[in-house]
């Protein structure tokens, strides 16, 4: 299984665009990249999920270079309800996986 | 249901008793996850069911720590002989076959005394 390295805590404010980037420099070629949100007293929620390039949702956009030993999860124009946890995990969609996640990155969005 | 339900919500149990906690996965859904989560911590995987092959028991702690799966569907965690140390929220989750969207329930707290 593929190890994530991500920042353990960011801050922000009300409005901005927040990136947080994961690295994964031993991805395998049928591994995808998932995020979570996770907030307080809250099971984790998916909100994310590619293989490369680009993917963009209601929610966030994830950003994946051509190598994809990283990615960027990018949340525009924060609000202060971003405030949680944010998990990056690898894994092979469609196969045996068991879902490791890291320690997170805690977003700490303010007025 | 529409969603992973666990129960109970919270459970305050004494020092070397025994519990039980309920996982009922989304209906369809060939893969179970138990976590332990402590107070600021991150996700501590502990066991994984996948359709019909054994589960992988690798994130079990101590033997004290036993699931089962019932029917593909219903799990129960078992801890037996509790300490305060086993004092944590654990999170269920399901998913459709090897599917990495997984869906997590809100968590049993429990607090060993």
């Known amino acids: 299984l593929a190890k994530t390295t991500q920042p353990i805590s960011m801050d922000s404010y009300e409005g901005q665009e927040v990136n947080i980037t994961c690295s994964h420099n031993n991805i395998a070629t049928n591994d995808y990249i998932t995020w979570y949100q996770q907030f307080p007293s809250q099971g984790p929620r998916f909100i994310i999920q590619g293989y490369k390039t680009k993917v963009t949702n209601e929610v966030a956009s994830l950003f994946i270079p051509a190598d994809r030993k990283s990615s960027t999860l990018s949340l525009p124009r924060v609000s202060l309800s971003d405030t949680a946890v944010y998990y990056c995990?690898?894994?092979?969609?469609?196969?045996?996986?068991?879902?490791?996640f890291g320690a997170g990155t805690r977003l700490a969005v303010h007025p | 249901g529409a969603g992973v339900s666990q129960s109970p919500s919270n459970k305050v149990t004494e020092k070397g008793k025994d519990v039980e906690l309920r996982c009922d996965p989304i209906s369809g859904h060939t893969a179970l996850y138990w976590y332990r989560q402590s107070l600021g911590q991150g996700l501590e995987f502990l066991i994984y069911f996948q359709g019909n092959s054994a589960p992988d028991k690798s994130g079990l702690p101590s033997d004290r720590f036993s699931a089962e799966r019932t029917g593909g569907s219903v799990s129960t965690l078992t801890i037996q002989r509790t300490q305060q140390e086993d004092s944590a929220v654990y999170l269920c989750?399901?998913?459709?076959?090897?599917?990495?969207?997984?869906?997590f329930g809100q968590g049993t707290r429990l607090t060993v005394v």
């Open positions: 989750a399901s998913s459709p076959r090897g599917n990495t969207e997984a869906f």
């Open positions: 995990l690898v894994g092979v969609s469609g196969g045996y996986n068991k879902l490791i």
